[in-house]
């Protein structure tokens, strides 16, 4: 295993956030922001909704759309919450949403780059298109965001057991989170043999969600074709989509790139391979802001490094 250090270790003294205000304080925001659209079904909302209403015995199985039902993790848990399904889906994204952006803050300032930054980082995980437009949906996509960011922190704070339950959880949120323990394995941050079994049982989630929990439904092939490509380029919503939750963050990213201090730099890894799955889904299936969602975690940390002097003392504190 690896651990990374500070950069500075006095900035676990000076650098610190008031959690007291700040969670309460992304929780309101995030809730102003979604509430607008609070329990919407669109689309695959709809089918991670029916998924919810399954696992509470409202409605057949026949009525499911794969492979939406083997992402069970979310729609398990809103659908043991007691009381109002769609309140429960929308609650459970809202609270998912908070718990990614704090966890996106505590990671930039382990990082060491100062308050200021990593508030910037939870304020960009929140005042987002995609937060503001599909987290208030019943999507599983804020689970997932909320899984990869909890990864991110723990790589930067060395803690690769963590990293390696935060990959688990995310691989039963959405399948393409298995990625994250392959990663794990190959940059040797967990042993081999311990690697491997965390791939198996991920893995063997996945098998038995869908042989064994919800066996029997249609077959389903999501194979990249030139068709979707070509209604993508004329579907304007899509672009709009796109736009909207690319033109903050990825500039910044851009921008921090070069500026971002040593301990960011696992994240570049990170971010090509699980833009792979994201490059997948739009040659075969959809073409929006949410697969530039997806990547917010490893994207925020370089995005906050925008504007940070190309120089430091190693005993000044940054900005």
Known sequence: MTHTALPDSRLTVRARLNWTILVPAFALLALALMWWRWGGTVQDSQYYFD???????????????PPFPYRILVPALASAIPGD?????????????????????AAVLRA????????????????SLPAVWYAPYLLVDPGSVCARSVFVLAVLTGQPWVAALA??????????????????LATRR????????????????????????????LSYTWVPNWGNIER????????????????????????GWRKAPATLRPLVGLLVLMALPQMYA?????????????LYPF??????????????????VPD
Request: proline share 5%.
């Open 167 to 184: 990959g688990l959880i995310g691989t039963a949120v959405r399948e393409e989170n298995i990625l994250l323990l392959f990663w794990l």
């Open 232 to 255: 993508a380029l004329h579907d304007v919503r899509s672009h709009l989509s796109l736009i909207g939750s690319s033109i903050i963050v990825i500039p910044l990213a851009l921008l």
């Open 51 to 65: 998924t919810a209403r399954y696992l509470r015995g409202d409605i057949p199985k026949s009525e499911l759309v």
């Open 112 to 127: 060491g780059l100062g308050q200021r930054r990593a508030i910037a980082a939870g304020l960009l995980m929140i005042v």
């Open 190 to 217: 967990v042993a081999l043999l311990p690697g491997l079994a965390l791939l198996a049982a991920a893995g063997g989630w996945i098998l038995l969600v869908r042989w064994w929990l919800i066996p029997g439904l």
């Open 282 to 294: 739009a040659l075969s299936v959809r073409v929006d802001g949410r697969l530039v969602w997806g």
């Open 299 to 316: 994207l925020v940390p370089f995005a906050v490094c925008a504007g940070l002097a190309p120089a430091r003392p190693s005993n000044g």
């Open 85 to 105: 399904l769609r309140n429960n889906f929308a609650m459970l994204n809202w609270l998912l949403v908070v718990a990614g952006a704090c966890c996106m803050s």
